[in-house]
């Protein structure tokens, strides 16, 4: 069974740094991978996605890397400002066939200004 | 750009009654998903349609039913509500089953009293 883990659960930094964020599965079997954000009591907004067969993906300041031999997503976050707080998480897709997303638990990020 | 639209936005309902959630993907999306955040919690997997066939099935429990019409939209169906009920409901679309880059909307918080 896929199981997908998000490490910080939580993250406070200040306006400027540059984080990363970390996703990792159990199953290296998958489809695609895909980072999303969540704003509290809010929907998910799709940040990035990346085929199985790809290593990175990039949009802005936002950088995500795929190793799909061991297991792990990365979300890189360049200049971090306070309106990027929010939860990020992760969602794999198992398969073609498979349409489902399996979900971590996310990280909750904290920017101060 | 048009965004998934799901109705209504919020909806309360007492233990044992009905509820009906609808979605209405981006135009020209034919491919709908079904999840179900509790409170504090990942979003789980429920359901998905393709072309107004079921997919694929996640944990949806036997009381809910749903299903795709030939506009694409979706409505799920939910009886004999149980406080457990209560969560976001979030439909996602994509563009086809394969590409799944999937977008999600607002959601529908359900309150069972």
């Known amino acids: 069974k896929q199981e997908v883990t998000q490490i910080p659960a939580a993250l406070s930094v200040p306006e400027g740094e540059n984080l990363v964020l970390n996703c990792s599965f159990t199953?290296?079997?998958?489809?695609?991978l895909q980072w999303f954000r969540q704003d509290p009591g809010k929907g998910l907004t799709s940040l990035l996605l990346i085929q199985s067969s790809q290593r990175e993906q990039t949009s802005g300041r936002l950088n995500a890397s795929l190793d799909k031999s061991s297991g792990r997503s990365t979300l890189y976050i360049a200049a971090s400002q306070p309106g990027d707080s929010a939860t990020y998480l992760c969602?794999?897709?198992?398969?073609?066939?498979?349409?489902?997303?399996?979900f971590g638990k996310g990280t909750t990020l904290s920017v101060s200004s | 750009a048009a965004g998934v639209i799901q109705s209504p936005r919020h909806l309360i309902k007492e233990k044992r009654e009905t509820a009906t959630l609808k979605c209405y993907p981006i135009p020209r999306h034919d491919t709908v998903y079904w999840y179900q955040q509790g409170p504090g919690q990942d979003p789980q997997f429920l359901i998905s349609?393709?072309?107004?066939?079921?997919?694929d099935k996640g944990s949806i429990p036997d009381r809910f039913s749903a299903q795709q019409f030939s506009d694409y939209h979706s409505e799920l169906n939910m009886s004999s509500l149980e406080l457990g009920d209560s969560a976001l409901y979030f439909c996602a679309s994509s563009l086809g089953p394969r590409v799944n880059e999937q977008f999600f909307g607002p959601g529908t918080r359900l309150t069972v009293l």
């Open positions: 349609f393709y072309e107004k066939m079921q997919s």
């Open positions: 969602a794999v897709r198992r398969s073609q066939a498979g349409t489902a997303l399996i």
């Open positions: 199953d290296s079997a998958i489809y695609n």
